[in-house]
């Protein structure tokens, strides 16, 4: 009769091969499928991260083709059919240019961030050097670009209606610290105007 023993200190070893083959199979990495961040650095993390993002984006992108839009063009289809809304003066009926009314982009949870003082400046810098768009970096967090830019306005609004200052919004400058712990400009516009 085989014993019928645990092989206790074999039992991390099984759950890290078990873990690097649900993560091969995923396309996530060990640590998000886990939770356990303990093994990790900044470096790493953030390299696995990217790869697990770029999972996500790609099921996301499924998602959304395949559910949410055939989804929005029957209700779109219904609300037009009943007369809930009307074309445009001079826009084709719905039918005649499904494509043009379904038009948008489909945002989902955030992807978060690892560094958030480190990515908030790269974001700024990407914008600067005109890599990436706010409709993009938004997008990246879960949020709609338009909405962000009201609630900016609203919020300017309401500081100069009490007296609060003008309102800094990052547009000037993005800095961070380098070895020597002085702050340095990464992007935006210098005192003297020029880019650094």
Known sequence: MPMASRPNREAADFVNAS????SAASGLN???????????NYSSERAAMLEAWR???AERQFFAQGLASPM???????????????????????????????QGDWIGPGRGWVDPVKEAVAAGTRRVNRVSTLAREN??????????LEQLAAERRQMEELDLG???????????????GNSV????????????
């Open 185 to 196: 400009q990464v992007g935006g516009e210098s005192s003297d105007g020029n880019g650094s």
């Open 72 to 102: 929005l063009l029957c209700f779109l289809e219904e609300t037009f059919d009943r007369g809930y809304i009307e074309p445009p003066p001079g826009a084709p009926e719905f039918w005649e240019a499904p494509a043009a009314y379904l």
């Open 30 to 40: 060990p640590s998000t499928i886990s939770r356990d961040y303990s093994q990790t």
């Open 139 to 148: 997008a990246e967090q879960g949020l709609d670009w338009e909405e962000t």
């Open 166 to 180: 003008p309102m800094d919004d990052g547009e000037t400058a993005y800095r961070e610290t380098d070895s020597e």
């Open 55 to 57: 999972t996500i984006t």
């Open 19 to 22: 873990l690097r083959n649900l």
